[in-house]
């Protein structure tokens, strides 16, 4: 039996455990707060697609893996890496894809009637090209990697089987045409295709020069300014990158109703990592987060089934996550607003 899960979504699944505070406190530190969120996102969004309140996506395919341990027969995950497909759909999606996939989470206008059950969307293939085409007009890019490109490697995957006999594919009814179509082929896969499907783009050269660029720029005016003696010029701009650092990435925190002390510590935190691009004020402010309002067990185990964004704001695992994030996303801004100013001061 082939069924769509890789092995990370098949241990969170059944080791629900082991997502406990010790794990959480190394999201953070290893800067995976962001994609927790966006993978947490995208569940939510799987959730509006018709599945009973409060399920965690994914228990039909548990339920297939103990039908075929009850059938004693081998089980193969044909899934790609989910860390991979969220990296890949990260990288591809430009920034404002980005934006309108948290606009349309945030601001989705609540459904009115009946809601769409599991059933209907079985039966009514429109329903389901409706969905996922409204995904691909959201964000394109991800569209591609979570939809096109998963049902070629689960096709390729399960191509891979048939070798060995008759195989039984459990898979999501999102993927079923787009499966079907790459296995009408009955062709190998292509190993490398397979290859690049596997493979994470490094991000954008662009990006990696600006990262080091803004910090390295303000270090040579703070030190120009001082080689100058021009102590007044020194002190306006020390002020305005400690005063719109300090200020944005402790509204960050605010805004995600962090604990003062992690809304302190965003606020000092970020100048000083502003100009060191391997440190986080988020990661910082993060960890204070969890450290003074460590997540219960029932907060971990209500965060695999929250089902609306909002209440990322009332779960203490949400909560740290969006301290981290938004706190990182208002340094940043910081950075770019005081480099902006001092360097129009100049002119």
């Known amino acids: 039996m082939a069924v769509e899960l890789c092995k990370g979504r098949l241990d969170a699944l059944t080791q ?33 697609m018709g599945l009973e309140e409060g399920e965690v996506p994914g228990t039909d395919l ?58 209907e969307l079985l039966e009514n293939t429109d329903l389901i ?8 007009e959201v964000a394109p890019a991800a569209g591609e990697v979570l939809i096109d490109e998963r049902d070629e490697f689960l096709a390729a995957s399960i191509q891979r089987l048939r070798s060995r006999g008759k195989v039984l594919a459990v898979i999501g009814a999102g993927h079923l045409e787009g499966v079907a179509n790459h296995l009408r082929g009955n062709q190998e896969p292509d190993k490398e295709r397979m290859r690049e499907l596997n493979f994470i783009a490094p991000p954008n050269p662009a990006w990696k020069v600006a990262k080091w660029g803004i910090p390295a720029l303000m270090l040579g005016l703070f030190a120009w300014f001082a080689s100058q003696g021009d102590m007044a010029a020194l002190k306006d701009a ?77 779960n203490k695992v949400g909560r740290v996550l969006l301290v981290t994030a938004l706190a990182n996303l208002g340094s940043t801004a910081g950075a770019w607003i005081a480099g902006s100013a001092i360097l129009g001061s100049l002119f």
């Open 62 to 119: 548990l339920a297939a893996i103990q039908a075929a341990a009850e059938a004693d027969k081998e089980v193969a995950l044909v899934d790609r890496d989910i860390q991979t497909t969220l990296r890949r759909a990260w990288r591809k999606m430009r920034f404002s894809e980005k934006r309108k996939v948290l606009m349309a989470v945030l601001f989705e206008e609540e459904t009115t009637g009946d809601e769409v059950s599991v059933d």
């Open 129 to 136: 090209t409706q969905l996922m085409d409204e995904l691909r």
């Open 16 to 48: 629900p455990d082991k997502f406990d505070n010790e794990t959480l406190g190394k999201v953070l530190r290893e800067g995976k707060a962001p994609l927790v969120l966006f993978q947490s996102m995208l569940a939510i969004e799987q959730r509006k």
């Open 238 to 314: 020390a002020a305005t990158w400690l005063a719109l650092n300090a200020a944005l990435a402790a509204l960050g925190a605010l805004i995600a109703r962090g604990h003062p002390l992690a809304i302190l510590t965003a606020a000092i935190a970020s100048p000083i990592t502003s100009l060191n691009p391997t440190l986080a004020a988020g990661w910082f402010a993060g960890l204070v987060q969890l450290k003074v309002a460590a997540p219960s067990t029932k907060d971990l185990q209500n965060f695999l089934r929250l089902d609306q964004l909002s209440l990322f704001w009332k």
